[in-house]
């Protein structure tokens, strides 16, 4: 009996660092900056792809984890909503980006300004 509990701790130790840490950076071509989870530091590790669909177009944002949200780009110079509608995208101005707030998860996105008659 002894022997399995010596062990013990050494299968627990290995389950924990099997190689289940999340990459630092989403994978993917585009990368914004993002804070998720409740972390605090912004940092440029989330993965941005874009799709278009009967004219209209739709972000998907990779967490590093492996988490995603989706984004539905607004026409009507709002910028974007969080397309299944749980959270509402508290949405602001910051140094020149677009910030976008979702619960605990905060991206900044690069920002092209559309004048009028575009």
Request: proline letters at 5%; hydrophobic letters at 40%.
């Amino acid at each position: 009996m002894r022997v399995l509990l010596a062990g013990l701790p050494l299968s627990l130790l290995a389950a924990c660092s099997s190689g289940d840490t999340p990459p630092p950076v989403a994978e993917g071509e585009e990368h914004v900056a993002c804070a998720v989870g409740g972390e605090t530091e912004m940092k440029e590790v989330c993965a941005v792809e874009r799709s278009e669909a009967d004219g209209k177009l739709t972000l998907v944002v990779r967490h590093p984890d492996g988490a995603f949200r989706r984004f539905d780009v607004l026409t009507d110079g709002r910028g974007l909503a969080v397309s299944d509608g749980a959270e509402e995208a508290v949405t602001r101005l910051e140094d020149g980006k677009f910030a976008v707030t979702v619960g605990e998860d905060r991206y900044l996105f690069p920002m092209t300004a559309k004048h009028a008659g575009q």
